[in-house]
C-alpha cells in the first residue's frame, strides 16, 4: 500500500473512531469501501473510501471503474453507494488486514445497471471468504441488492474473493467488513429438536431476515451496528388476527445482557400482539411465513419486550417454529420485567420445506389471558458441513448427471442409443393417440365455432376440466395468477401446491414440481400412470398434467377442506368430531383397500400419512400424493425388494429394516395416521417430554393396557363410547403389528372402522363382535358374492357398508 493511501484510510479511521465512541459502538477492524469510486463517499456517520485504481487492497488484473446517473429510489440504504461499481473479467480479490480475531460482519451491495459495452445484470459470479462460499452462480437481474454475512475471522487476513463463470464477470458496487461485539452472535445455541446445545464458532451465517414487528421498518441511521429492519406486515399470513402496538419510550436498558447492540430501543419499542380484545376466548396464532433454502440449519433469534400495551395480568404465551413448540407457557413478565428487553436463541432446519413458519399464540394456562406479543425476529442461515451457504445448484447436479452419462455411455452406447429411440417412438405414438382423445372429447364439448383456427376462444379447449389430459403451460399460468403466491395452499418435497380456476371455473389444485426437487421425474411420472389408470371416489382425481418447458405440473380436483393433518394439529382450522373422523378414517382406508386389490398387482402407496389425505367440501377423505407408489409383488412373490421411501416416523419397521415392501407396510402407516386421529398430535413432537416424543411408542402403551383415554384428544373428551373407542384402539394396535403377516388388510381394516362408527352410534350389531380372522370370512364371503353378480372392484367400493352389515345380520340369523 503507497504512503499517500495508508495516511488517507489512517484519516477516515481516526475520524471513524471519534464517531463510533460518540456512537456506542468501535469495531476495532473498520473497512467501509465504495467500489468503482475515485473519490470518497460520506454515508450518514460513515465515510466510504474510493476503491480507485491505486488501492493495493484489491488484486486483480483488470481495473473497470463503472458509473450511473440512474436514482435509486426502492432501497434504504444510500442510493450514492450504488451509483458505482467495479467490474471484474477475471478472479479477484479483496485483502483486508484483520487485528481482531472474531466475528466480522461482510455486507455486500449489488446494483446491475449498463455501462459502456457491460450489462451488469448479466453477470454471473460466484463469491468465497476463506473458504466458506458465500454466493454460488449468483445473478441479479434487477434492483439494489444487499447481502449481509457473518464470518469467525482466526487469521490475520480477510480475502474476500470473486469468481467469473465461464464467459462471464463479476461486479461489486460497495462493500463492508468490520468486527462485531462479542456479545452479539452466540458460540452456540439450543437446537429445539434435539434440545443439544449447537456448535456456532466454526459457522458462517447469512442475514436472511431482520424484521421489526408492529408493522414499522428500522433504518441501518437509526441502528448501532448500521442493520436494516424490515416491517412485518408482509409476512404476516392472517393480518386480522395481529395488532400492531408502539410504545418506544418504555423500553428500558436496565441489564448488562441485553442492550442496544443487540437490538435497537425502536425495535423493542413496536410489536405485534395477537388481537383477543373482541374474542376473549380465541385460540388462534398470530404467525408469519419465511422464504428459507431446504436442508439449512438455521439460528432464530427471538425479541421480546413488554412495552406495557398488554393485559395487566401476567404475560404469558407460547412460541412455535412450523409445527415445533419454542417455548410452551413462556412467561415475558417473569424473564424480564416491564419494559426490558429479552430475547432467545434456537436453531431449527428446514428439512425440505422453502417455508419457515414463525408463531406465537395462547398460553395452555386454563386461566390466562389469551395473548401473545412478539417484538422482533431475525433469522440466519447456518454454513452447512461443506462450507458453503449456497442451495447446492441445479449446474452442479447437472454436472454430476453428465458425468455419470459419460461413464454410461461409453459402455453401452449403442445399446442406449437404440433404446432411447424406440422409447421415443413408442412416446410420441402414445401422446399422438392421447392427443386425439382429448381432441375428440373437446369437440363434444365446445361449439363448432370455437374449433376455427382463428377463434379466440380456442385457448378454451386446453381449459375445460370435463376430461384429463396434458395442459398447455400458459393455461396452467392463467389457471394460478401466474403462480402467484397468495393463491399457494402447500408446500411438500415435490413442490408448491397452487389453488387455481379454469376458464369452466372448475376449481383445481395446481402441483408444481421445484427445479431442485428431490422428488424428480420419476415420481412426477409415476403419479400420473397411476391416477390416470384409477378412478375412485376414495383417490384424489388426476384432471391433467404439464410437462412443457422442462416444468413438472399436475392438475387434481380441488379439496376445500385442505389436509387431515390441519384439521387435527398444527393449525388454526376446526377440529373434527369422533364421528367426522371415523369416517374419514373408513373413507382413506377404503381409498387404500381398492389401490391394494383393484387390478392384477397390488398397488403400494408408500407414503402414507395424515397429510396425504385430503378433505372435499363434505369432509370425505380422498387419498393424495402418488409420487412413490410402487407396483406390488409377482403372484409368486412375497415382497418387492426396492429403497426405503417415504415419511419418517410412518415408516413400517419391517421394510425399513429389511427393504422388503409389501402392501402390508400401508397398513402400518395407516395405523400411525390411526393414532393422529385418536391423539390429534404429530408423529414426532420433540417438545414433549423424552416418553411422549414418539407417538406410537407412547400410545402402544396405553394400547397394551387398555387404557386409550389416557392418549385421547382433549378435543373429544365425553364424546367416545367405550365399545367404539375399543374397537379402534384393537385395530390400530393390530395395524401395528412389528410383522407384517400379523397385520390385517386394508379391507379388514376398513370393515373394523365401520363397525366402530355402528358401536358409536349405538346400534351394535353381534357380526361386530369377535377376532378379526372371523370377519376376514365375511369380507373374503362379500367379495365372492359380488364377483358372482360381475361387479367391479369400484363399485364395491362405492357400496355402504351399513347395508353390507344388515345382510350379514340376516345370514347370520339364518
Not at 16 to 32: E, H, R, T
Not at 772 to 790: D, G, K, P, R
Request: glycine share 6%.
Amino acid at each position: 500500500m503507497s504512503t499517500k493511501n495508508f495516511d488517507l484510510l489512517m484519516w477516515v479511521s481516526s475520524i471513524l473512531c471519534l464517531i463510533c465512541v460518540s456512537y456506542g459502538f468501535d469495531p476495532i477492524d473498520n473497512y467501509l469501501i465504495d467500489c468503482g469510486s475515485r473519490t470518497n463517499e460520506p454515508v450518514g456517520d460513515r465515510i466510504f473510501v474510493g476503491d480507485n485504481s491505486d488501492s493495493s487492497i484489491l488484486s486483480t488484473p483488470q481495473k473497470i471503474l463503472a458509473n450511473t446517473t440512474l436514482e435509486i429510489t426502492s432501497s434504504p440504504y444510500n442510493s450514492t453507494l450504488f451509483q458505482t461499481a467495479r467490474i471484474l473479467d477475471g478472479p479477484s480479490s479483496y485483502k483486508f488486514p484483520i487485528k481482531k480475531h472474531g466475528r466480522h460482519w461482510i455486507r455486500l451491495y449489488f446494483f446491475p445497471f449498463i455501462y459502456q459495452n457491460y450489462n451488469l445484470s448479466t453477470a454471473k459470479f460466484s463469491v468465497s471468504a476463506q473458504n466458506i462460499t458465500l454466493l454460488k452462480e449468483f445473478q441479479i437481474e434487477s434492483g439494489p441488492q444487499v447481502k449481509e454475512y457473518s464470518l469467525n475471522i482466526t487469521q490475520s487476513n480477510l480475502t474476500l474473493t470473486f469468481t467469473p463463470s465461464s464467459n462471464s464477470f463479476a461486479f461489486i458496487n460497495a462493500l463492508e467488513v468490520f468486527s462485531l461485539p462479542d456479545e452479539l452472535i452466540p458460540k452456540s445455541a439450543q437446537a429445539i429438536v434435539t434440545d443439544n446445545n449447537y456448535s456456532l464458532s466454526n459457522k458462517a451465517l447469512e442475514t436472511v431476515e431482520r424484521v421489526d414487528m408492529g408493522n414499522k421498518s428500522v433504518y441501518p441511521q437509526d441502528d448501532t451496528l448500521w442493520r436494516l429492519w424490515v416491517s412485518d406486515d408482509t409476512y404476516l399470513i392472517h393480518n386480522n388476527l395481529a395488532k400492531f402496538v408502539s410504545n418506544t419510550t418504555a423500553v428500558n436498558f436496565t441489564t448488562d445482557w441485553v442492550t442496544d447492540i443487540i437490538a435497537p430501543s425502536s425495535v423493542y419499542g413496536t410489536a405485534t400482539q395477537l388481537d383477543s380484545e373482541s374474542d376473549p376466548n380465541t385460540k388462534a396464532n398470530v404467525t408469519w411465513r419465511f422464504d428459507v433454502d431446504p436442508g439449512f440449519e438455521y439460528l432464530v433469534r427471538f425479541h421480546f419486550c413488554d412495552i406495557g400495551s398488554m393485559s395487566s395480568s401476567s404475560i404469558s404465551f407460547n412460541v412455535y417454529i412450523n409445527s415445533m413448540l419454542v417455548v410452551r407457557n413462556f412467561d415475558l413478565s417473569s424473564q424480564s420485567g416491564l419494559g426490558v428487553p429479552y430475547y432467545r436463541d434456537v436453531i431449527t432446519r428446514s428439512s425440505d420445506s422453502l417455508k419457515l413458519n414463525v408463531s406465537v399464540g395462547p398460553s395452555d394456562i386454563g386461566n390466562s389471558y389469551p395473548n401473545a406479543i412478539l417484538n422482533g425476529l431475525e433469522i440466519m442461515k447456518i454454513s452447512n458441513s461443506k462450507g458453503s451457504l449456497v442451495l447446492e445448484s441445479d449446474l452442479k447436479k447437472s454436472s454430476k448427471m453428465k458425468v455419470g452419462l459419460i461413464v454410461g455411455l461409453a459402455s453401452g452406447m449403442f445399446i442406449a442409443v437404440i433404446f432411447a429411440i424406440i422409447l421415443f417412438v413408442l412416446c410420441r405414438r402414445r401422446r399422438r393417440r392421447y392427443a386425439h382423445v382429448s381432441h375428440s372429447k373437446a369437440v363434444e364439448n365446445f361449439a363448432p365455432n370455437e374449433m376455427e383456427n382463428n377463434s379466440p376462444n380456442r385457448a378454451a379447449i386446453f381449459s375445460s376440466s370435463k376430461f384429463g389430459y396434458r395442459f398447455p403451460f400458459l393455461a396452467i399460468q392463467e389457471a394460478t395468477d401466474n403462480f402467484s403466491e397468495s393463491l399457494v395452499i402447500g408446500v411438500g418435497g415435490f413442490g408448491k401446491v397452487y389453488k387455481g380456476m379454469l376458464r369452466d371455473e372448475t376449481k383445481v389444485a395446481v402441483k408444481r414440481g421445484f427445479s431442485h426437487s428431490q422428488q424428480g421425474f420419476a415420481e412426477f411420472q409415476t403419479e400420473i400412470e397411476m391416477l390416470s389408470q384409477f378412478r375412485h371416489r376414495h383417490l384424489v382425481s388426476l384432471i391433467g398434467y404439464c410437462d412443457e418447458q422442462n416444468e413438472m405440473i399436475i392438475v387434481y380436483e380441488y379439496m376445500e377442506n385442505g389436509t387431515l393433518k390441519n384439521h387435527l394439529y398444527g393449525s388454526d382450522l376446526p377440529g373434527l368430531s369422533w364421528q367426522q373422523r371415523l369416517e374419514i378414517c373408513i373413507g382413506s382406508a377404503r381409498g387404500l383397500h381398492y389401490l391394494h386389490t383393484g387390478s392384477a398387482k397390488a398397488i403400494i402407496h408408500r407414503d402414507v400419512k395424515s397429510a396425504n389425505i385430503l378433505l372435499d367440501e363434505n369432509f370425505m377423505a380422498k387419498v393424495a400424493d402418488f409420487g412413490l407408489s410402487k407396483t406390488g409383488p409377482e403372484i409368486d412373490k412375497t415382497h418387492v425388494t426396492t429403497a426405503v421411501k417415504g415419511s419418517f416416523g410412518y415408516l413400517d419397521p419391517e421394510y425399513l429394516t429389511r427393504q422388503q415392501l409389501t402392501e402390508k407396510s400401508d397398513v402400518y402407516s395407516f395405523g400411525v395416521v390411526m393414532l393422529e386421529v385418536l391423539c390429534g398430535r404429530p408423529v414426532i413432537d420433540p417438545s414433549l417430554p423424552r416418553e411422549k416424543v414418539n407417538l406410537v411408542e407412547w400410545a402402544s402403551k396405553s394400547l397394551k393396557r387398555e387404557q386409550l383415554e389416557e392418549v385421547v384428544d382433549p378435543h373429544l373428551a365425553g364424546q367416545i363410547k367405550p365399545d367404539s373407542l375399543m374397537k379402534f384402539g384393537e385395530i390400530a394396535e393390530k395395524c401395528l403389528a412389528e410383522c407384517g403377516v400379523d397385520r390385517p388388510s386394508m379391507g379388514d381394516v376398513f370393515w373394523n372402522l365401520e363397525c366402530a362408527l355402528q358401536l358409536q352410534g349405538n346400534e351394535r350389531r353381534s357380526s361386530c363382535a369377535g377376532d378379526l380372522s372371523s370377519q376376514v370370512s365375511h369380507v373374503n364371503h362379500l367379495e365372492i358374492s359380488v364377483s358372482t353378480a360381475q361387479f367391479s372392484v369400484g363399485d364395491i367400493a362405492g357400496i355402504s357398508m351399513s347395508k353390507v352389515f344388515a345382510q350379514m345380520v340376516k345370514e347370520d340369523t339364518r
